[in-house]
T-cell receptor
Framework: DGGITQSPKYLFRKEGQNVTLSCEQN?????MYWYRQDPGQGLRLIYY???????QKGDIAEGYSVSREKKESFPLTVTSAQKNPTAFYLC????????????FGEGSRLTVL | AQSVTQLDSQVPVFEEAPVELRCNYS??????LFWYVQYPNQGLQLLLK??????LVESINGFEAEFNKSQTSFHLRKPSVHISDTAEYFC???????????FGAGTRLFVKA
């Protein structure tokens, strides 16, 4: 079945460590997105990519980095510079007809101890 | 730029009662509008969308939403809720031709027996 796969689902890390969250899609979508979700704040855009080898900062990019070497993959690295990294991270992709409709993965919950 | 306001953070309701979750948006361009549903520790799933045409859109599980351009609203309604409707609901907007989708803060619907 087509869809978006995020891994790991749960991740625990110590302060000061970089962590990388995986996102893979087999929907043949050009656009991919990373959102951060905190209670009561909805979803905030971290980074997005409209095409391979290109990506743009979203509203809260500081302390995060991404790459887009393949159409199917858009990994997110949470660096030690991110001051409050504990959150639920959601990866999404956008359809070939650009209406803004998004398809989401199951999410990755990162807890920094 | 677009923005989305969900007017209620939590809505408790008894089973089989009607419910309305309110959403207002602002935008300087024409918009596409969406409602997504999120169950605990899962990603978001598209519930329904307005792209063009009829201003009343329906989902397969009995929800409906009406696009009201003059009031810049896209309220979600269901005439009779079930326990299984308990979830968080997000209203979202994207500008026509744009890649960025903006989300509201979410409304937690809690259906009581």
């Amino acid at each position: 079945d087509g869809g978006i796969t995020q891994s790991p689902k749960y991740l625990f890390r110590k302060e000061g460590q970089n962590v990388t969250l995986s996102c893979e899609q087999n929907l043949n979508h050009d656009a991919m997105y990373w959102y951060r979700q905190d209670p009561g704040q909805g979803l905030r855009l971290i980074y997005y990519s409209q095409i391979v080898n290109d990506f743009q900062k979203g509203d809260i990019a500081e302390g995060y980095s991404v790459s887009r070497e393949k159409k199917e993959s858009f990994p997110l690295t949470v660096t030690s510079a991110q001051k409050n990294p504990t959150a639920f991270y959601l990866c999404a992709s956008g359809g070939t007809v650009n209406t803004g409709e998004l398809f989401f993965g199951e999410g990755s919950r990162l807890t920094v101890l | 730029a677009q923005s989305v306001t969900q007017l209620d953070s939590q809505v408790p309701v008894f089973e089989e009662a009607p419910v309305e979750l309110r959403c207002n948006y602002s935008s300087s361009v024409s918009v596409y509008l969406f409602w997504y549903v999120q169950y605990p520790n899962q990603g978001l799933q598209l519930l329904l969308k307005y792209l063009s045409g009829s201003t009343l859109v329906e989902s397969i599980n009995g929800f409906e939403a009406e696009f009201n351009k003059s009031q810049t609203s896209f309220h979600l309604r269901k005439p009779s809720v079930h326990i299984s409707d308990t979830a968080e609901y997000f209203c979202a907007v994207s500008g026509t031709g744009g890649f960025k989708t903006i989300f509201g803060a979410g409304t937690r619907l809690f259906v009581k027996a």
